[in-house]
């Protein structure tokens, strides 16, 4: 028994570790950070590598003396991220100033007057539910209204040989239902015009997380000169296939960061990329649209046999089918009667006016007679499929000895072909800015970094986003809350927990309820002894000798055997 007890406690230990490893992984999916595919290898870092926080973050420890009780969290407090190495623009909003921004007071064209203008409004203040007192961010305020915002780079980005690193945080306070909160890096141009700044404005890069019903969008979009136009094209990446439903969704606040293989994948790959996946047309040889077919072209693979000739006996005019002569009319056919017949008790209406309605006539019914007779009526043969039918007749397919295959009009070389050995080098841009439309409000934006240095753009977010991590880390919820939490996002987590607790439960009253009976339920009662069971158990595992020696000795099976036998 205590074996079956001892399995029954291995296997709840073992579904329960199953179940708090599962609920775990739901949770962690959460915060490790998930790396989204753009093109093939251009990657998105979402919630960068661990961060390596470091115990200057951490303001106080708990002393050693303090009353028995919870643990107190340890606090974490804010500083501003300063900026170190070598970087094009930095912002964390912590002065509480726009003084470096320009609003736009530009008006979209194209479109209707009331909502022409760019009059969403833009504040810096705190997240409403931080874990930060003074961490301040530029917050888009209002619903259903374009805004538009930039800032001057510390000096233009040129695309040379060293990589492009861009990031910065968003944080959905309300969720999103429709709208963007994607950034534009505004080329340099002559004309460029921060207060003019509308969606039309001229940019290098658009890149960042757009929503809009159930599509949930992350944009890598720039723009490419053609060499041999001089036009620009917009590119876009292809959409990621990771689910980034979550990070619309749980109001945290997320780090967007465009580089790491940015450079690389362009470098070695943009030939194939732009060749093939972006613009297919921008082949080396294309069809020349001034050839054409020839008349005498042909085309049939087959054709029918001009020689062949309609058999003698070959009828085209026989039907289809014919009456089955072998058909007998069946007993009891009603040939005079009808299989409908006048209603018997109807009555001409009162009202009805036979010169305006003309002559009334009594409405058809089925005939009783005919629902049980094989039928009514004139009685015809059935119809059956005429063995001597053949139908048109037309001549055998052959194979066309004419046969030239499918026409294809000539290849010449293509004059819009191009090819970019520099492709990394892009129009420079100068200035960074937002433009967007959003059905939502209190949209969170912080920590805006530019830098051609990735170590420099990993210091920036380990001050940054690194201590809103922390802090929201130094705030998770217990187990039991994290468990409803990850079931409320991920149903099938329900059967997990409830299978968990309910195997355990079964096997414990499987085992302990319906055991094995004991030999003295199966004797009747009477006046001579029986053996103990517990005799009966220990002589099993008793060596031969010893039980013989046991059997010839009465009375010793009390005291031979020692506790520790019972397993």
């Known amino acids: 028994m205590e074996l079956k007890v001892r399995y029954v406690l291995l296997l709840a230990v073992g579904l329960w570790s199953t179940l708090l490893l599962t609920t775990v992984s739901a949770h962690q999916e959460e915060e490790d950070e998930p790396i989204v595919e753009m093109g093939g290898d251009m990657d998105v870092e979402d919630d960068m590598e661990e961060l390596d926080h470091g115990e200057e973050l951490l303001d106080g420890e708990v002393e050693a003396d303090m009353p028995p009780g919870p643990p107190s969290v340890p606090k974490v407090t804010y500083k501003a991220p300063e900026p170190t190495g070598e970087h094009f623009f930095a912002e964390s909003f912590d002065m509480g100033t726009l003084d470096s921004w ?36 530029l917050v888009l305020k209002s619903r259903a209204k374009h805004h538009a915002i930039s800032a001057q780079l510390l ?19 309300q969720g999103i239902d429709c709208g963007g909160a994607y950034v534009k890096l505004l080329s340099q141009t002559p004309d460029l015009n921060l207060d003019e700044f509308v969606d039309k404005t001229p940019y290098t890069i658009m890149f960042g997380p757009d929503k809009c019903g159930e599509d949930y969008k992350l944009h890598f979009i720039f723009r490419h000169k053609n060499p041999k136009t001089g036009e620009y094209e917009e590119k876009h990446a292809k959409k990621p296939d990771a689910d980034l439903r979550t990070y ?13 293989t940015f450079q690389h994948v362009l470098l070695t790959r943009y030939a194939n990329y732009i060749s093939t996946l972006v613009n297919p047309d921008n ?12 008349e005498d072209w042909d085309e049939r693979p087959k054709i029918q046999d001009p020689d062949a000739v309609k058999p003698e006996d070959w009828d085209e005019d026989a039907p289809k089918q014919i009456p089955d002569e072998d058909a007998v009319k069946p007993d009891g056919w009603l040939d005079d009667e ?8 109807a009555v001409k209406p009162e009202d009805w006016d036979e010169d305006m309605d003309g002559e009334w006539e009594a409405p058809q019914v089925p005939n009783a007679l005919c629902e049980t007779a094989p039928g009514c009526g004139a009685w015809q043969r059935p119809m059956i499929d005429n063995p001597s039918y053949k139908g048109k007749w037309k001549a055998p397919m052959i194979d066309n000895p004419n046969y030239q295959g499918v026409w294809k009009p000539r290849k010449i070389a293509n004059p819009a072909f191009f090819e970019d050995l520099h ?19 209190d949209i969170f934006f912080d920590n805006f970094f530019i830098t051609n240095e990735r170590h420099t753009a990993d210091h920036w977010a380990n001050d940054g986003w690194g201590l809103k991590k922390a802090a929201e880390g130094a705030l998770e919820p217990g187990l039991v809350n994290q468990m409803m939490t990850a079931a409320d996002e991920r149903p099938w987590l329900w059967v997990v927990y409830v299978l968990t607790v309910a195997v355990p439960l079964v096997l414990i009253i499987v ?4 055991g094995k009976k004991t030999a003295a339920a199966d004797y009747k009662k009477t006046d001579e002894p029986q053996p103990d069971v517990m005799e009966e158990e220990v002589v099993e595992k008793a060596e031969p000798d010893q039980v013989k020696e046991e059997k010839s000795q009465p009375g010793k099976n009390c005291h031979r055997f020692s506790p520790p036998l019972l397993m």
């Open 511 to 514: 085992f302990c309820c319906t």
């Open 423 to 441: 492709p990394f080098r892009m129009t420079p841009f100068n200035a960074v800015g937002l433009e967007l439309w959003s059905m939502s409000s």
């Open 155 to 173: 000096r233009p980005f040129i695309f040379d040989t060293k990589p492009l690193i861009v990031q910065y945080e968003v944080n959905f306070q």
């Open 248 to 260: 619309y969704t749980d109001k945290k606040t997320h780090l967007y960061t465009l580089g790491k």
């Open 338 to 345: 009808s299989e409908y017949t006048s209603d018997p008790d």
């Open 102 to 137: 320009v609003l736009s007071k530009a008006k979209k064209e194209d479109i209707d007057e009331d909502i022409a203008k760019y009059d969403g409004k833009w504040e810096v203040e705190d997240m409403k539910d931080g874990k930060l007192p003074g961490d301040k961010g």
């Open 283 to 294: 082949s080396f040889e294309i069809e020349d649209p001034d050839d054409h077919k020839p």
